[in-house]
């Protein structure tokens, strides 16, 4: 193959050198657990405290409010599970949506299966819900809001500041998972009134296997793993130095000037959708137009299946997806373009674009040409299509 386009970086991102380079030492000679008390293993200890403070100032948090996980779903389970029971006294019901990431999903249906009520908001065409659906559906049993920042599938960004305040000023916690939108968006857990947020690594060029879970200072969080009194007694663990230590680096460059990688990246984004919609012809865009994340560019091809759109993209060197890389393997329509109201049909012909540091406009324009050619030979082999074309 001698094209090789990677445009899937919502699903993950390749490993920036200077990132390596900072985890080097801690794969080689700083091998040292951080919890033992010899001054070889507080090297690592330092590492470790030098990227939890990077991540924190990146959000205006405080260093100890941030806690080192195996990753974003290990995070998303904690948070909706540590609030649910340490406040099972107080309450047992949790608002979220049905665009969440399954990571959320898969945990609330686990939580109702013991007894938590949960309400899932629907949402526009767009993919934004309604500040008033989210404010009716509070009750005095409410106990925890839990809604994407930016939908990992279509890319629509919420308000996350007006949900933050919503959830404030009837004291109810309030979580979100981060994992698309940092690098892509300012975020301000302060300003934002966010009480837990999760976050990964592998999305913003960093190692796979690692994340956090930032937890505002005064939330009582029930821990999710028994062991150890690793990060301060509240997850055990023996901690992934070098994977850490990475991540602190991968999003200490992803949130410098973000300014300036959102207009780089929007421009290669809007290229695309603009030029795919004028170009071939009966082709949605998913999401909303502006209020979406920079790299993500979702649009559905009518008369077409996206698996073997996919599979022609792949023989032509380009990496793309059809939604989340969580849930690639399965066949049932993508439940994010249900919920916006698309049918089956056209939500079997999605195709996920998302946009990173290391493409280019050249790349855009390929990636165009070349659909162009699969979706009219895919088409010529559909007998809806034969009928639209009749007709």
Known sequence: MDKFIYVDNAATTRLKPEVLDEMMPYLTEEYGNPSSIYK???????????????IAKAFNAEPKEIIFTSGASEADNWAIKGIAYSLRKKGNHIITTKIEHHAVLHTTEFLEKQGYEVTYLDVDENGLISLEQLEAAITDKTILISVIFANNEIGTIQPIKEIGEIAKKHGIYFHTDAVQAVGNVEIDVKDMNI???SLTAHKVYGPKGVGAL????GVKLYPFIHGGGQEKGRRAGTENVAGIVGFGKAIELATTSIAEKVKKISELRDLYIDTVLKEIPYVRLNGHRTQRLCNNANVSFRYIEGEALLLMLDMAGICASSGSACTSGSLDPSHVLLAIGLPHEIAHGSLRISF?????KDEVYYIVEKLKGIVSRLREMSPLYENVERK
Do not use: H, P, Q, W
């Not at 293993?41 to 405290?49: E, F, R, W």
């Open 356 to 360: 990173g540091d290391f493409n280019t």
């Open 40 to 54: 070889y293993a507080n090297n690592s200890k330092i590492a470790i405290d030098c990227a939890r403070e990077k």
């Open 195 to 197: 009480d837990l947020m």
């Open 214 to 217: 930032y937890v505002k200072k």
